[in-house]
């Protein structure tokens, strides 16, 4: 069965409901906070969030999954990141022992060994993949903490309108 598209902020009617809805999960956001948040869902746009460190910023994350009952899917961002540990990665060591077990067993057709050995019994999904798996029912919530900063971002963040969010510190970006 494939499941059908949904966008996570269909059953939102406004930024209120949204509040509310992260107060149930122990998480109060301001109203800036709260309309930030409630266009990127409805506009399904990426939220950039800055703060200093402790001001909330995975809470709200976790909070956003919780209010949506949604995964919350973490991909750490540093110096020396690839593709490779961001989407995908192949478990060698089961596809080589699986090799053996066919070869002793015989008999070993190449393109069906083939196709069984980049099946998604040996793929190994990172954070990106997971979170744009079409076997997933509803999209999930990407945290992506941001240690490093890709290049670009100072330009972009000084054209973009900063909101900064008094109680707690954090900045939203929306361009």
């Known amino acids: 069965m494939v499941p059908t598209p949904c966008t996570l902020g269909d059953t939102m009617t406004s930024a209120s409901d949204l509040q509310q809805r992260l107060a149930q999960h122990h998480y ?45 899917i973490r991909l750490q961002c540093y110096e020396g ?30 393109a069906t060994a083939r196709q069984e050995l980049y099946s998604d019994t040996f793929l190994i999904k990172r954070p990106l993949l997971q979170a744009i798996d079409p076997k ?28 900064r969010t008094a109680a707690s510190g954090m900045k939203t970006w929306a361009k």
């Open 136 to 163: 997933r029912g509803k999209p999930a919530v990407l945290w992506t903490p941001v240690t490093i900063q890709p290049p670009g971002w100072r330009a972009w963040r000084t054209r973009a309108n900063p909101v």
């Open 28 to 72: 109060v956001a301001d109203r800036a906070l709260a309309v930030s948040l409630f266009l990127a869902l409805k506009l399904q746009r990426p939220l950039f969030l800055e703060g200093e460190a402790g001001v909330g910023k995975t809470s709200l994350a976790a909070a956003i999954a919780a209010a949506l009952d949604t995964d919350l």
């Open 81 to 110: 990141l690839d593709v490779t540990h961001a989407v995908y990665e192949w478990d060698y060591a089961r596809q080589i022992l699986e090799l053996r077990i066919l070869d002793a067993a015989g008999g070993v057709d190449r």
